[in-house]
């Protein structure tokens, strides 16, 4: 995908100059645009995803906006795959080699397959929980082991709307709550370490182009569209300035939170998922006459003419 060259900032312009942040799945999608952000306001990136390639061109075409723009903080890529605990060992390691500390961490990697939870086999479940729960996992621990123990530092990570369950996508679904839950403990074990860690979630109708290819068709969007109460679908850009917001001194009193990042969606009514007809829950009942369970019956008003009480 092009890079969209980011010219403006709601932030500060040196809000993290100096700062080194990690970002897993930096090179794609909402992780390039949070990668994008935190590079404009100063900070030093380390990208990080299982693909080398697309880490190298990302990597490459984010130098050369730098160099551009003038700027002199820098952006670096190791290739990573969260689910194996070297990897992210080395990652934690590596970045402290080239940068010398870690300041954030935004575990953003993730992936999952839409289908129905009968259809899911046993291999891919995992896949999806080891990538989304126990990779965010490693990072957070890692990075809490190698660094942000003895000296603090901001974690996000980026979760999904799976508030009232998450059809066709179980599988990420109970991962991503899950993340939530563990965010939840992490930060209160690691307050006193001066970490705070939060999580951010974005809904479906924030359109990339690497979520629509991903799912194959941008049909999905426009159906999307009709469930957001801004009547909208959401920007790359919407979810990286709530990532900044809760890494920046703005956050200091924050943690343990969720931001949902969905322009009303889950308050809404409409269902993003339609329950087929059917009759098969039928009800519990001492009646024998089942046809006329859930009719409802005259009843007679009751007036009190002295109160109870
Ligand atoms: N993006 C999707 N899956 C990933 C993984 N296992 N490691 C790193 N980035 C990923």
Known sequence: TKLTKLVSSVFRKELFQSKVAIVSGGATGIGKGITQELLYLGCNVMIASRKEERLE??????????????????????????????DVKNLISGTLKTFG????????????F??????????????????????????????????????GGAIVNIIADMWKGFPLMSHTGAARSAVDNLTKTLSLEWVHSGVRINSVAPGS???????????????????????????????VEEVAAAVCFLLSPAAAFITGESIQVDGGQTLYITPNYEVPEHSSCPA?????????????????AVTHTKSKL
Not at 57 to 81: G, I, T
Not at 210 to 230: E, H, L, R, W
Request: proline content about 2%; charged content about 25%.
């Open 284 to 300: 519990y009942t001492w009646q024998k006459d089942l046809d006329t369970v859930g009719e409802v019956k005259d009843i007679p």
């Open 205 to 235: 109708s924030i359109y990339s182009e690497t979520a629509a290819a991903n799912y194959g068709n941008v049909k999905i969007f426009d159906q999307v569209k009709s469930t957001v109460p801004m009547h909208r679908l959401g920007t």
């Open 114 to 151: 839409l289908s129905k939870a009968e259809n899911i086999s046993l291999k891919g479940w995992n896949a999806v929980i080891e990538t989304n729960l126990t990779g965010t996992f490693l990072m957070c621990r890692e990075a809490y082991i190698q660094w942000m123990r003895d000296n």
């Open 57 to 86: 061109s990302s990597c490459k075409e984010l130098k050369e906006w730098l160099k551009e723009a003038k700027q002199d903080n820098q952006v670096e890529y190791l290739k990573c795959n969260i689910r194996n605990e070297d």
């Open 101 to 112: 500390k870690i300041d954030y961490l935004v575990n953003n990697s993730g992936g999952q």
